[in-house]
C-alpha cells in the first residue's frame, strides 16, 4: 500500500445524498479516512433536487467536480486527497480489492437491502407493516451469502491481508446494516470471523465519526 499523503488543506466535500444511505456513509467514511472537510446535504434520491440522473445518491462536489457513483467517488478522494493510501500499490492485491467492492455492490448489497434492510427500515422509520413473508423468503440467500463470506475470510483472511483498504469502507456498512436488524444480529452473531472484523472496522475513527443515529 502506498504512504498516506494527505492533501485536504483546501479541500471541501459536499456529500448530497439521503442520512441513513450506505452509499452515503461510504463517501464519508473515505472522506474522515483522508482528512478531508465534509457536509452532507440531506436529499433523498427521488428529490428534484437530486441531480444524479438515473437518481441514485450521493452526488457529490469536490475540487470544482460533480462526481456520482460511489466507487469513482471514493477512489477520486483517495488518489487525489491521500496518496491512495486505501488503495494497494501491488496489481494483484488490488484486484482483490475490487474483487470485493464489486461483490459488495452487485450481489450482497442487493441482495441484504432489498431482502432484510429496506423491510425494517420502513417499517421503524416509515411505520409501514413489517413485510415478514419478503424477509423470510430472502433470509436463506443471505444466510449462504454471509456463509460464503464468513467462509472466505476464515480461509486465507480474503481481502483483510491488505490492511484497511477500499474494500473494507464498502463492505462495512452494508454489513453493519444487516446487523441492525433482529435476523441479521441472530446471523452474524454466529460467524465469527465477520463479527470480528465487524469490531475491528469499529475501533477506527472513521467508522465511530459516521455512525448512523439509528445505531445503538
Not at 482483490?96 to 441482495?111: E, G, H, R, T
Request: overall charge negative; glycine content about 6%.
Amino acid at each position: 500500500m502506498t504512504g498516506a499523503v494527505t492533501n485536504s488543506e483546501s479541500a471541501q466535500v459536499r456529500i448530497y445524498g439521503t442520512v441513513i444511505s450506505i452509499y452515503t456513509r461510504i463517501v464519508q467514511i473515505t472522506c474522515e479516512e483522508a482528512g478531508l472537510s465534509h457536509e452532507t446535504i440531506a436529499t433523498p434520491a427521488q428529490s428534484p433536487t437530486n441531480r444524479h440522473p438515473f437518481s441514485k445518491v450521493p452526488v457529490v462536489e469536490v475540487d470544482e467536480l460533480e462526481l456520482i457513483e460511489s466507487v469513482a467517488i471514493a477512489q477520486y478522494l483517495d488518489n487525489a486527497h491521500y496518496g491512495s493510501a486505501l488503495q494497494p500499490s501491488d496489481p494483484a492485491a488490488r484486484a482483490v480489492m475490487d474483487k470485493w467492492i464489486a461483490v459488495s455492490n452487485n450481489y450482497l448489497f442487493p441482495l441484504f437491502e432489498h431482502g432484510l434492510v429496506m423491510p425494517w427500515i420502513m417499517h421503524r422509520v416509515a411505520g409501514f407493516p413489517l413485510e415478514q413473508e419478503k424477509i423470510e423468503r430472502s433470509l436463506p440467500n443471505i444466510s449462504r451469502a454471509l456463509g460464503f463470506l464468513e467462509a472466505e475470510m476464515s480461509r486465507d483472511g480474503a481481502w483483510t491481508p491488505l490492511g484497511f483498504t477500499l474494500a473494507d469502507v464498502f463492505l462495512y456498512p452494508i454489513i453493519r446494516s444487516v446487523q441492525l436488524t433482529p435476523q441479521g444480529e441472530v446471523g452474524i452473531a454466529q460467524c465469527d470471523t465477520i463479527a470480528a472484523w465487524l469490531t475491528s472496522c469499529e475501533n477506527r475513527p472513521s467508522i465511530a465519526a459516521t455512525r448512523w443515529e439509528s445505531e445503538p
